[in-house]
């Protein structure tokens, strides 16, 4: 388990601009902790959460896109828990290669549909 890092920050307060940390299960983003996915190197963190019970695949809140360095198409998703709590930054990469950097908030494009 580790913090989040700075880009990874930027990235998901963009993501989640508009939404209140409380009502998503934690206090502010400097606070919460992650685990790395075993996703290839394309980023993926888990969302760790104080839980009695097993937690699972609630609900996707918002998808964005950039081009990583290489120009290969990214997407990127947050997802909820059954109980309306961050679960998941789900990162992949179009062509399964390892993820070479997050972008800056402004690179990120937010789908609208």
Known sequence: MRHLKDEEKALISKMILGLSAEAL???SLDTILVEEMADGGMGSLSFVQPSSGQR????????????DADGVIVSVTVNLDQDGRLFELD????DF????RIPA?????????
């Open 56 to 67: 699972r695949f609630g609900k996707k809140i918002q998808e964005a896109t950039f081009s």
């Open 25 to 27: 299960g934690f206090e």
């Open 105 to 113: 908030p402004s690179e990120i494009r937010i789908r609208t549909d």
């Open 91 to 94: 990162v992949w990469k179009v």
């Open 97 to 100: 290669s390892p993820l070479k």
